[in-house]
């Protein structure tokens, strides 16, 4: 290992809490309560409560809030985008990651040496959040959940279609929509706006309160209400979204012969749609696929590569062959939230 090499893990390392970065003592995305964490962005295998101190974006902080109450933590910072926070010796800049609502790859900067932690990101158009930006870094961090050359994403766009076509084909049946309540919920109702759908759309309740901040942040999702009628056969030709489990759920049982969907990257996977009896799998997700991965890393171009989680294999036999020096951190507790 050369000197400059070494020197990478003096600014940032692997430990059972996370990754921690000595010279400005702070973890990014922590598995367990510290006392100084920098935090990518709100799903809860990233952003947990219980630490001393949270550095995020705006967004980040309030969905944090939102979900583990005011106290999550015993002090925050807010760090918008692009505004470098001196941490000891370190600048931490937070730059759009194109996640989710405040998702933010968070770039360290120390002496000579830049490592960028992208958290979860994808590359494609997203109307809730701005677009991943690429920042050229000596060591870039990356996650791998869609790490294999078989998750090759169609546009969401056309997914969406696949939907509006199928409440058309069968209008006295409801299509329940199954998507995570933080992020793909929020996006698969602007897709449908964006396709033309200005009807109202039924939610979940467990929906409600990450519909309401996306609003307050200037997410305006059109005519929305919730999905509570009690009477059999309810609310036949609607479209009703809600989390993943709810759709195999008893309480769906209340709607109008309903055709279960998922919203997911992992829809990509047929046997996946089977096991959870979805009949309209919408390959929709907000992590990059096999392309957007190795895209993103011909163009940064960095000297190593570590990757977080997920399919870390063949991520790491790419970048051997495309003279990339790749290790697999394999940090356990960072799930994909649709699962």
């Not at 171009?301 to 977080?308: G, N, Q, R």
Request: with cysteine.
């Amino acid at each position: 290992m050369g000197p400059l090499m070494s020197s990478f893990r003096q600014l940032l390392r692997n430990t059972p809490e996370g990754l921690y970065c000595p010279p400005g003592d702070f973890y990014v995305d922590p598995v367990r309560p510290v006392d100084r964490a920098v935090i990518t962005h709100g799903h809860s295998d990233h952003a947990r409560g219980g630490h001393g101190s949270v550095l995020a974006t705006p967004e980040t902080l309030a969905i944090m809030a939102a979900r583990y109450g005011q106290d999550f933590a015993g002090a925050t910072e807010a760090a918008p985008y692009g505004k470098a926070i001196a941490r000891g010796g370190v600048n931490v800049t937070m730059v759009p990651a194109g996640h989710v609502l405040g998702s933010a790859q968070a770039v360290l900067r120390w002496k000579d040496i830049t490592i960028v932690v992208s958290g979860d990101y994808k590359r494609r158009r997203d109307p809730t959040c701005p677009l991943f930006e690429p920042v050229p870094c000596h060591v870039f961090v990356s996650e791998a959940t869609f790490g294999l050359p078989v998750f090759r994403f169609p546009d969401a766009a056309d997914e969406v279609a696949k939907l509006l076509k199928s409440v058309a084909l069968f209008p006295e049946r409801t299509h329940l929509v199954g998507a995570y309540a933080l992020g793909k919920a929020q996006r698969i109702i602007c897709l449908l706006r964006d396709a033309g759908y200005d009807k109202t759309l039924y939610m979940h309740g467990a929906l409600a309160s990450m519909n309401a901040l996306y609003e307050q942040h200037g997410v305006a999702l059109g005519p929305t209400a919730p999905a509570t009628d009690a009477a059999r056969n309810a609310l036949p030709g609607e479209i009703v979204i809600a989390p993943p489990s709810a759709i195999a759920d008893k309480w769906a049982r209340r709607f109008a012969d309903p055709i279960p969907a998922f919203a997911s990257g992992w829809m990509t996977v047929r046997a996946r749609a089977r096991q959870r009896h979805v009949e309209l799998p919408l390959v929709i997700s907000d992590h990059a696929d096999w392309d957007e991965l190795t895209e993103t890393i011909t163009e940064l171009k960095p000297e190593e590569l570590w990757i977080t989680h997920g399919s870390e294999d063949a991520l790491l036999r790419w970048s051997e062959l495309n003279g990339i020096t790749a290790h697999a951190l394999e940090i356990i507790g960072y799930e994909d939230e649709d699962e």
